[in-house]
């Protein structure tokens, strides 16, 4: 009995020893907790609810890395050797290409309207923004319908014997790099024409008198002052543009051109998923290096003005160059604007006159409208704790929810669908070839729209609102739920609409995640328009075109 009792003193001092440090560890992490969140921790659902965003968004990134890491020594070679090299060339001569012209359209367009004597400068402003409404990829159509081997223009010039002598068969070639790159040029300068305009707007007059009492002409000026004023803004504008060029499907295919991201969409349709996954790969590499070239350069060069003594720039007068000026500005508008509707219009109403918006348009708008209203809606409900935690809680944790959140926008729309291809076959096949998956891909791709907007609300609600309420009690998720949303509804509706909008038109990723029959406006302009049956592809067209105006209001009265 004596010897029961001594062993079970032992046991029972190692029982206190483990609580003790069991204790002392749970204190310990409590701490560290603590001091992550800077002694002001989130709520665990709101934590949670941060946490399930991020791994969603997280999808397409790791899908890819992890596909790539094992796609094997063999396909890689094949692939550095033979694929890579070529589509690397393709891919940035176009962004480099485009980028550049789109920088310098939209520079000039937005210099001219905001800052010179342009007749009508105020309606211009709106005119030369609506390229933004039109997908390139319809775009692309309209200028296959014109300028293509059986266009409008070929038929004009067959039928012109002076033209036929003097310069030979039809010169244009639609379906090259010329193409491709006229096409995207012509729907991508407002980017950096709307962001352009805002700081032209802003910049302060009294830098410009200075140089001028200097004896600088006004060439000079706008190359010595303004340009590095407006260098924040072309820098965004050049990053929305290459990004945009990396990510295109629809325009490039049109066009019979390839590029990774054709590439990468060719590659899966065929089913080797594994070179896809390289492809992928390589363009996520591209587009982290686009973005870490222009935050590096963007360091580099930092200028700033100040508001306290600040005048509204000066209206300069043209003089004989207004001519030129109205010139430039309205071929650019025809090209970009008049000349896509109208072909549009008029393909609209012979499909309308053959019966074109019958059950089946209808049945394609609804699935449009359903997809992209679900899509918005899980937006709207998933923005919220993202931009909250990070307003609100800002932490390391935090602030890594935040930029996995912006991963997808970054992403080309065949990566996006390739990750969740693969995720959801494997390990949520309830789901698979569902509409419910392909909205799921569109919240990745456009989450950040709705952030931007819901983000830009929250800055103007004061967090002494927050504190009121958490000192009645209140958890954090009540808190967002039930004082911040009310304040920040504005916002996050517009942010909404974005992505309805961004989603009603996205192409690549409908066409490879829709389900058996689920057919949406934007595949029914591809199918159609692949096989020239343009009458069945303009209303589509059209009804995508006027619907994405809504957001054009928003974007306008932000910049």
């Given amino acids: 009995m004596m010897n029961n009792k001594n062993n079970h003193v032992p046991q029972q001092q190692d029982v206190q020893v483990r609580e003790r440090m ?20 989130p709520g665990i659902i709101l934590f949670v609810f941060g946490l399930i965003v991020a791994l969603i968004m997280s999808i397409p990134i790791v899908y890819v890395i992890w ?22 060339w393709n891919t940035l001569s176009l962004t480099v290409a485009v980028t550049a012209c789109a920088l310098a359209i939209g520079v000039s367009l937005a210099w001219i309207v905001v800052r010179t004597d ?4 105020k309606v211009w402003q709106w005119l030369l923004a609506l390229p933004l409404v039109i997908p390139p990829y ?19 010039w067959r039928d012109t014997p002076w033209l036929v002598r003097t310069f030979g068969e039809y010169p244009l070639n639609i379906y090259s790099f010329w193409g491709v790159f006229f096409v995207l040029t012509m729907f991508t300068y407002p980017y950096v024409f709307l962001i352009a305009s805002a700081s032209l707007r802003k910049m302060n007059r009294n830098f410009e008198e200075i140089a001028r009492s200097q004896g600088l002409s006004t060439w000079q000026i706008f190359w010595k002052v303004n340009l590095p004023f407006l260098r924040p803004a072309i820098g965004a504008g050049a990053i929305l543009i290459s990004l945009y060029v990396l990510s295109d499907f629809g325009a490039i295919a049109m066009l019979r051109y390839v590029t990774f991201t054709a590439a990468i ?5 065929s089913f080797d998923t594994a070179s896809a996954s390289i492809l992928s790969l390589v363009l996520i590499v591209l587009t982290v290096l686009i973005l870490w070239v222009e935050s590096w350069t963007r360091r580099k060069n930092k200028y700033y003005q100040t508001s306290n003594s600040f005048k509204e720039p000066d209206i300069l007068s043209l003089g004989k ?10 071929v650019i508008f025809s090209l970009a604007i008049v000349l896509p509707i109208a072909v549009l219009t008029y393909w609209s109403i012979i499909g309308i006159r053959m019966g074109a918006l019958n059950e089946r348009f209808f049945i394609f708008a609804f699935n449009s409208l359903k997809v992209s209203g679900f899509a918005s809606l899980l937006c709207m409900v998933l923005a919220l704790p993202v931009i909250y935690l990070k307003s609100r809680y800002p932490s390391v944790i935090s602030s890594a929810i935040d930029k996995l959140s912006y991963a997808g926008y970054a992403l080309p729309g065949v990566i996006v669908a390739l990750g969740f291809i693969f995720i959801f076959n494997n390990h949520i096949p309830m789901l698979y070839n569902t509409f419910y998956m392909l909205a799921l891909a569109f919240v990745v791709r456009f989450l950040p729209q709705a952030m931007q907007a819901g983000e830009a609300s929250l800055s103007l609600v004061s967090p002494r609102m927050d504190e009121a309420a958490r000192s009645l009690g209140y958890p954090p998720w009540k808190v967002m739920f039930t004082v911040i949303l009310p304040n920040i509804l504005p916002g996050i509706l517009a942010g909404g609409a974005l992505v309805f909008v961004s989603s009603i038109k996205e192409l690549p990723a409908t066409l490879m995640l829709r389900p058996p029959g689920f057919d949406t406006l934007a595949v029914r302009i591809w199918v159609d328009a692949s096989e020239a049956l343009y009458h069945l592809a303009a209303p589509a067209a059209l009804l995508i075109i006027f619907i994405s105006i809504i957001p054009l209001r928003y974007m306008l009265r932000k910049y």
């Avoid at 342009?118 to 400068?121: I, K, S, T, V, W």
């Avoid at 969409?265 to 349709?269: I, S």
């Avoid at 160059?321 to 309205?330: H, L, Q, R, S, Y």
């Fill in 265 to 269: 969409y060719f590659q899966r349709a």
């Fill in 118 to 121: 342009l007749p009508g400068r």
């Fill in 67 to 88: 596909r790539s890491l094992f796609a094997g020594a063999d396909r890689w070679a094949r692939l550095l050797d033979e694929r890579i090299p070529q589509l690397l």
């Fill in 321 to 330: 160059w207004k001519p030129v000026a109205i010139f430039f500005v309205f």
């Fill in 138 to 156: 319809v775009g692309a159509v309209t200028y296959i319908i014109v300028f293509g081997p059986t266009g409008w223009a070929r038929d004009v």
């Fill in 22 to 41: 069991s204790l002392t560890f749970r204190r310990l992490s409590q701490k560290k907790w603590m001091d992550i969140w800077h002694g002001n921790p």
